[in-house]
C-alpha cells in the first residue's frame, strides 16, 4: 500500500494515486485539478507506486499536460495538475476538459483562479456530499467579520443563518448555505422604516440576538431594538421584543410589519411544543435584584405567548440564572422527550461560555444541568477566543451542528491584540451521548475544526461594485434607519452619487453613509471619488469604521489658503487630529485605505495630477494602530466589527454638489 502522494515517472503521462485522494469538480472554474487527502498520509513524501496495487486510482494525462510538485503542495497534501486548452483528463466518474466540464453532479466547491495563467487548472477537493459519513476538516469563522449571535435552522435543504446587525440599517442579514460551510447573503429580514426605526443609538445599541425559526411553512425571525444602551451607568431603555415573519425568506419585501410583545428584555426566542403552545423566552435583570448596579443579574425567563397578538398568556418565571452574573441567548429544542436549554453565560467577553439543561416535564422546568457544563471553553491562551452564543440545527442525514459567536484577537508575543472583526460565526460538530449534546468533543472551538463532511473554502477576499443597475447591491449599510433618499444610482451611469446631508461621521444621528464589513487582513479598500465641494465644511470620502465615536475618513474638501479657497484632501484620524494636501482643482481621485494585522494606511493619488506626470504611486497620509481603531466608547460597548465605507457630509448643512463614486473594492 502507498503512504504518500503517489504519481509515476512524467513521461508516461499517466497519473497514479492512492485511494485517499479524492479527485471532484466544480462547473464554474473547469481549470483547476487538485486531490486533496480523505484521510492524513504517514508521509508526505513522493513516492513511486506499483500500478497494479488495489488501493491505487489511475487517471490519464495527455502529453500537453504536466504535473506541478511544489513545496506547498507537498506539504499540504495537495497535488496539482495543469493541461494545456483543448485537452482532458479522467479519474473515475470525473473528467476534467479544459474547454469545458463533462456534467457530473455534485462533490463541487467553488476555487478561485490561480497564478497558472498560461494553463488551465481544475479544483479538485473534498467531497461536499453530506451524505457521506468521512471526516474533513473545515475552517472557522463560517461567517467572517461582523456577524455575532448566529442563528441557524434547517427547511428541507436549506440551512439559514441570521445575525445580529446593532445599530446599522437593513436589520438582520439572512445567510442561506447548502452545508453549513459556505454562506451567502440573501437578504434583510428589516428593510423598512416601520420595521425598524433606529435613530441616535450608542454603540451597540440596535438590533441584539436574532433568531430564526421555521414552523408549518412561515420563517419567524424574532428580535428586538436598542434605542438606549449605556452599560457604564446602568442607563437602559428596556425594549420590548417583537418578531416579524414570512412565507418566502428570498424576498426581502414580503417580512411582514413588527408584532410587539408584552415583554421586554433582548435574547428573544420562540419555542412551539407538541401540543401547540408556543413559548417565548427572553432576558433582563432579575426583578428582586440588587441595589448595586455594578451586580450583574441577567437571568432567562419564560412564558407561553398568543403569537397572534403578542400578548403574554402566563406570567414569566425565571428559569435561569448563573454565578457569573450572566445567562442570556436562550435556545429550547426538544429531542427525545427531553427539552434542552442553551445559554450563553459569563457575558460576552472572556468568561463567555456555553450552559445545558435538560427537562422531561416541560419549557418551565424543571431543569437538570448537564455533568460536563460548560460545553466547550475557549481560553485566552486559544486563536479563537470569547466563545458562546450558540445554536444548533440538525442536518438531513441525522448529523447535529452548532453555530457559536467568537473573536480572532491576534496574537503578539505573549499579548493579544483585539479583533478588528468583531465577533464573528464559528461552527462546531455535535453529538449525542446518553441524551446530552457533545460539542466538538469537549474541546475549544479552533480555527481549524474536524467534522462530518468538512471542507475548506477558499474565501477570496477579492470583492468589487462597479454600480450597475438601478439597485444597490446587498452587503451594503447605513449607520441608522435612513430618514430620506440621499443616493441614486442613475444620476450617472454605473456610478454611485451620494447627496450629502447636515450630520457629520462623528454624530450619532444618520449621516449619508455607506458602510461593508471587513472580513479579512491584510485587505486593500479602494475608491475613485469625482467631487467638487462647493463651500468649506463640506466633505466626501472613504472611511475605516469602528462606530461614530472611533473612525478614521480621508476625502475631499475645500480649504482656505491665502485667501483663496482651494481644493484639498483631508485625513481625520480618531482623535480628530487632521492632515491636509491641495490637489487638482478638478477630477477625480482615488482613495485608498491599507489593511495589516497591525495598523490601518490612508492615502490617495490624484488621477489629473498623475495623467501628467505619469505618476502612478499613491501619497500616504496616516498609519494608525488597530488598537488605536478598536478603543471602546465612552459610552455604549464595541459589539460590533470593522466596516469601510463612503461617505458626503456637511457639518450642520446639506452638500449642494454631488459625489460621485465610480467603483469600489476589496483587493
Not at 442579514?173 to 440573501?186: E, M, T
Not at 496616516?622 to 481603531?629: A, E, L, P
Request: proline share 6%; hydrophobic share 35%; glycine share 8%.
Amino acid at each position: 500500500m502507498c503512504t504518500g502522494l503517489n504519481v509515476c515517472h512524467e513521461k508516461s503521462k499517466t497519473l497514479i494515486l492512492p485511494s485517499y485522494l479524492l479527485p471532484l469538480t466544480h462547473p464554474i472554474c473547469p481549470q483547476r485539478l487538485l486531490f486533496r487527502p480523505t484521510t492524513t498520509p504517514r508521509s508526505r513524501a513522493v513516492t513511486r507506486c506499483s500500478r497494479g496495487s488495489d488501493d491505487l486510482r489511475k487517471i490519464a494525462v495527455p502529453h500537453q499536460c504536466r504535473l506541478t510538485q511544489n513545496r506547498t503542495a507537498l506539504t499540504t497534501g495537495w497535488l496539482y495538475l495543469v493541461c494545456t486548452r483543448g485537452t482532458s483528463c479522467s479519474a473515475g466518474n470525473v473528467r476534467l476538459n479544459a474547454r469545458r466540464l463533462v456534467p457530473h453532479t455534485g462533490n463541487l466547491k467553488v476555487v478561485p483562479k490561480t497564478k497558472f495563467r498560461p494553463a488551465i487548472v481544475l479544483s479538485i477537493v473534498q467531497r461536499r456530499n453530506m451524505a457521506s459519513s468521512k471526516t474533513g476538516t473545515f475552517a472557522n469563522p463560517v461567517l467572517p467579520g461582523f456577524n455575532p449571535d448566529p442563528s441557524v435552522i434547517r427547511a428541507g435543504n436549506d440551512f439559514f443563518c441570521v445575525t445580529s446587525s446593532f445599530e446599522y440599517f437593513p436589520g438582520v442579514p439572512i445567510y442561506h448555505s447548502k452545508d453549513l460551510i459556505k454562506w451567502v447573503l440573501i437578504g434583510h429580514a428589516l428593510t423598512r422604516k416601520s420595521q425598524l426605526d433606529i435613530k441616535t443609538p450608542e454603540p451597540g445599541g440596535g438590533v441584539w440576538a436574532t433568531t430564526i425559526r421555521y414552523h408549518n411553512g412561515n420563517f419567524y425571525i424574532i428580535t428586538n431594538s436598542f434605542d438606549r444602551y449605556r452599560p457604564q451607568t446602568d442607563d437602559r431603555v428596556w425594549p420590548r421584543g417583537f418578531y416579524v415573519k414570512t412565507s418566502n425568506i428570498w424576498n426581502d419585501s414580503s417580512w411582514s410589519d413588527p408584532v410587539y410583545f408584552d415583554q421586554v428584555g433582548f435574547d428573544f426566542d420562540l419555542f412551539w411544543d407538541d401540543d401547540g403552545v408556543v413559548y417565548l423566552s427572553s432576558c433582563y435583570r432579575k426583578i428582586d435584584r440588587s441595589p448595586d448596579p455594578r451586580i450583574r443579574d441577567f437571568a432567562v425567563h419564560i412564558s407561553t405567548v398568543d403569537l397572534k397578538s403578542g400578548t403574554l398568556t402566563s406570567r414569566p418565571r425565571m428559569i435561569r440564572d448563573s454565578v457569573s452574573g450572566f445567562a442570556e441567548g436562550s435556545h429550547i429544542f426538544k429531542r427525545n422527550g427531553y427539552y434542552y436549554l442553551f445559554t450563553a453565560e459569563g457575558g460576552t467577553e472572556s468568561g463567555h461560555c456555553e450552559y445545558v439543561t435538560r427537562s422531561r416535564e416541560g419549557p418551565f422546568g424543571p431543569w437538570e444541568a448537564a455533568p460536563h457544563n460548560p460545553l466547550w471553553r475557549n481560553t485566552t491562551y486559544d486563536d479563537i477566543q470569547n466563545t458562546g452564543h450558540c445554536d444548533v440545527v440538525e442536518d438531513s442525514q441525522g448529523q447535529w451542528w452548532a453555530m457559536c459567536l467568537g473573536v480572532r484577537p491576534r496574537r503578539e508575543g505573549s499579548s493579544w491584540r483585539a479583533s478588528v472583526f468583531g465577533r464573528e460565526s464559528m461552527l462546531l460538530p455535535v453529538r449525542w451521548e446518553n441524551d446530552w449534546p457533545i460539542f466538538n468533543e469537549g474541546k475549544a472551538v479552533a480555527l481549524r475544526m474536524e467534522a462530518p463532511n468538512g471542507y475548506i473554502l477558499e474565501d477570496d477576499k477579492r470583492w468589487r461594485d462597479d454600480f450597475t443597475g438601478i439597485k444597490l447591491g446587498l452587503g451594503w449599510y447605513r449607520k441608522n434607519t435612513p430618514v430620506r433618499q440621499d443616493f441614486s444610482m442613475t444620476a450617472r451611469s454605473n456610478e454611485l452619487t451620494l447627496y450629502g446631508g447636515p450630520y457629520t461621521l462623528s454624530m450619532p444621528a444618520c449621516p449619508t453613509l455607506f458602510l461593508r464589513k471587513q472580513k479579512h487582513w491584510p485587505v486593500v479598500w479602494e475608491t475613485q471619488l469625482d467631487f467638487q465641494p462647493e463651500a468649506l465644511r463640506v466633505e466626501a470620502g472613504t472611511v475605516v469604521w469602528w462606530n461614530h465615536t472611533c473612525y478614521a475618513s480621508i476625502g475631499i474638501t475645500l480649504v482656505e489658503r491665502d485667501g483663496q479657497l482651494q481644493r484639498a484632501i483631508r485625513l481625520t484620524d480618531p482623535d480628530k487630529e487632521v492632515k491636509e494636501a491641495i490637489i487638482s482643482e478638478q477630477g477625480a481621485v482615488k482613495l485608498i485605505i491599507e489593511s495589516t494585522e497591525t495598523s490601518y494606511q490612508l492615502g490617495y493619488r490624484d488621477i489629473s495630477h498623475d495623467a501628467h506626470e505619469a505618476n502612478e504611486s499613491w501619497t500616504w497620509l496616516g498609519n494608525i494602530d488597530t488598537q488605536v481603531m478598536t478603543r471602546a466608547p465612552e459610552v455604549g460597548q464595541p459589539f460590533t466589527g470593522m466596516m469601510m465605507g463612503l461617505y458626503s457630509f456637511g457639518e450642520m448643512q446639506p452638500v449642494l454638489s454631488p459625489a460621485h463614486f465610480a467603483y469600489a473594492e476589496f483587493r
